[in-house]
């Protein structure tokens, strides 16, 4: 096998432009794609400097299902500050808590889909 990363993860979402304010302006993502194609937009986000984007898939593209993507980890260098930033605009965070491999949280974009902020303990 020669894989070296995932190209994109699907995020279904009910309305692109107001997912790409979220992603954009409250998590600070890059967009790397807005192609519009047949069935509709192709629009990516992904983290600066990320191997692996993010593809904001609205209604009509691949039946998927908006707020049916969780799980998704992220991780950062400061969990904390992360998630001070995330509620200050206005999103409902849990935690973080402090488990064995690290300082983690979750939270949710408006459409349901579930995120995990990750801070790894030293060795992890």
């Known amino acids: 096998m020669n894989i070296t990363h995932a190209s ?6 009910s309305d692109q432009d107001a997912a790409l304010r ?10 790397t794609a807005d192609l519009q194609m047949p ?3 192709w629009l990516q986000v992904a983290p600066k400097g990320a191997q692996t984007a993010f593809t904001l898939s609205g209604p009509g ?3 998927f299902v908006p707020g049916s993507a969780q799980g998704i980890m992220l991780l950062t260098t400061d969990v904390d500050a992360d998630c001070a930033k995330l509620a200050a605009a206005g999103v409902e965070v849990s935690g973080p808590d402090e488990l064995p491999w690290g300082r983690m949280a979750g939270f949710q974009d408006p459409d349901g889909n ?3 902020l990750l ?3 030293e060795g992890f």
């Not at 994109?8 to 979402?13: D, E, H, Q, R």
Request: charged fraction near 20%; charge should be negative.
């Open 119 to 121: 801070t790894e303990k």
């Open 114 to 116: 579930g995120w995990m």
């Open 8 to 13: 994109f993860l699907t995020v279904p979402v």
């Open 61 to 63: 593209m691949g039946g």
């Open 22 to 31: 979220f992603y954009t302006d409250v998590l600070g993502f890059e967009v």
């Open 39 to 41: 069935p509709g937009r």
